[in-house]
């Protein structure tokens, strides 16, 4: 199955912009990249998915390399309800995973006052 | 329209009983899955339901069931609990199931097992 890497854990001030990075350089090309993320307390929810072009939403923008081997989760202003893990999830027929999320270790972000 | 509901929120129970959860998906949705989350294991997929069939399984031992009702409504019951089991067991809902990768999952906000 394709994997994904990410930092364990980022810090970011209130009402900066955060930008949270993901490897994963087997992706294949029918793997779409999703964005989860669980608030402390709650189930995950869904923040955004893309395949090739960048994608916005009103919670964030998804940024995706040329080649996806990369992409990176922008949260515009960060606020302190954006303290979360972040899940960065491959979900595709090849990487076996379509109808289900596989959830690695995600990266933790701290939103400082 | 509401969320994913989930019942109980909170349960004890001791080693070799067993322990029945309930799920009840965004209305329309079609597929649930569940998910078990531990400290030490992190989210781990257990199984998918789609129009009352088991889809798609995740490893776990057969002492981890679930159905799916002709509502949609789903129940995953675990047998003969073992201290290891205690965890937040979260459900998830879709609307197409289609597989392709797209599709988004829902999730309540689980229930927490305590295996004493």
């Known amino acids: 199955d394709a994997k994904t890497t990410q930092p364990n854990s980022m810090e970011s001030n209130e009402e900066e912009p955060v930008h949270l990075p993901c490897n994963h350089s087997?992706?294949?090309?029918?793997?779409?990249i999703h964005w989860y993320r669980q608030l402390p307390s709650q189930g995950p929810e869904y923040v955004i998915h893309?395949?090739?072009s960048n994608v916005n939403n009103r919670m964030a923008s998804l940024a995706i390399a040329e080649d996806r081997k990369s992409s990176t989760l922008i949260l515009h202003r960060a606020t302190l309800r954006d303290a979360a893990v972040y899940y960065c999830?491959?979900?595709?027929?090849?990487?076996?995973?379509?109808?289900?999320?596989?959830f690695g270790s995600g990266t933790q972000l701290t939103v400082l006052p | 329209k509401a969320g994913v509901t989930q019942t109980p929120r909170y349960l004890i129970k001791t080693r070799g009983q067993q322990v029945t959860l309930s799920c009840s998906p965004i209305?329309?949705?079609?597929?649930v899955s569940w998910y078990q989350q531990t400290p030490g294991q992190g989210l781990q997929f257990l199984f998918e339901?789609?129009?009352?069939?088991?889809?798609n399984k995740g490893n776990f031992p057969g002492r981890f069931s679930g159905r799916q009702f002709s509502n949609s409504r789903s129940e995953m019951n675990v047998s003969t609990l073992e201290l290891g089991d205690s965890a937040l067991y979260l459900c998830?809902?879709?609307?197409?199931?289609?597989?392709?990768?797209?599709?988004?999952?829902?999730f309540g906000p689980g229930t927490r097992l305590t295996v004493l």
């Open positions: 998830a809902s879709s609307s197409s199931g289609q597989g392709a990768g797209t599709d988004t999952q829902y």
């Open positions: 999830i491959l979900r595709g027929l090849s990487s076996g995973s379509a109808r289900q999320l596989t």
């Open positions: 209305s329309g949705h079609r597929s």
């Open positions: 087997t992706i294949s090309g029918t793997d779409y």
């Open positions: 893309g395949l090739t």
């Open positions: 339901y789609f129009s009352e069939t088991q889809r």
